[in-house]
């Protein structure tokens, strides 16, 4: 069954510096997604990227944060200068509207980030 | 604006039992899914079942059923004949199909299945 993948699974990094997620989404889908898990709390909403733009962003999704798909298979979450608040754990998710198993979103296993 | 609320924190049942987690929403919408979604310890996030708003019958995956009750805004899940690896945390969620829009989470119930 296709999945979502998401590299890498855990990382640390020092408080200030750059971090890159790294997502490769359903080779079909077409809506991509960012959300947050800060632990022992809910899932929260970042972005929602569709047709190589963003479409909805929530207010945590500030300056600091930004998506890309570089090269049309990668789904990418740049955070520019880490803060010790952004340690989470972070789920890229992806989704094809329309068809049977559609308006279903796919959620990838994560990537752990601690800032220190 | 939607809401999701899960009203249970934590709940314990014995393996083999049936256990019943709840789940209300608030929206104006008519057209939605609705989902329930498993985090195990991995914290990974698996469906386990979803059902689209327009369909009366509830929908059933397995050991796994809903009850949705539109006109009340009530979607619970009844897990039958709990396994030890049904151990998890429960979200229950919402998604507007009206538009490309984002699924929105409840705060979750953490099951814990006792052998």
């Known amino acids: 069954e296709p999945e979502v993948t998401q590299t890498p699974s855990h990382q640390v990094t020092q408080m200030g510096q750059e971090v890159i997620l790294r997502c490769v989404p359903i080779s079909n889908h077409l809506y991509f997604y960012w959300y947050r898990q800060i632990l022992g709390q809910k899932v929260e909403f970042l972005v929602s990227?569709?047709?190589?733009?963003?479409?909805?962003k929530s207010e945590i999704f500030d300056d600091q944060f930004s998506v890309e798909r570089p090269d049309g298979s990668n789904f990418t979450l740049k955070i520019r200068s880490t803060k010790l608040e952004d340690s989470a754990m972070y789920f890229c998710a992806s989704s094809i509207p329309g068809q049977g198993a559609g308006n279903t979103i796919y959620f990838g296993e994560g990537s752990w980030l601690t800032v220190v | 604006a939607q809401t999701v609320t899960q009203s249970q924190p934590e709940m314990s049942v014995q393996e083999a039992e049936t256990v019943t987690l709840s789940c209300t929403y608030d929206?104006?919408?008519?057209?939605?899914?609705l989902f329930w979604y498993k985090q195990p310890p991995s914290r990974q996030m698996i469906l386990v079942i979803r059902q689209e708003a327009y369909k009366q019958q509830n929908a059933t995956e397995n050991r796994f059923s809903v009850n949705f009750q539109k006109a009340a805004k009530s979607f619970s899940l009844k897990i039958s004949d709990s396994q030890l690896g049904d151990t998890a945390m429960y979200f229950c969620a919402f998604m507007n199909l009206n538009r490309d829009d984002k699924i929105i989470f409840g705060k979750g119930t953490r099951l814990h299945i006792l052998p």
């Open positions: 929206t104006s919408e008519s057209n939605y899914y």
């Open positions: 990227f569709y047709n190589n733009e963003i479409s909805e």
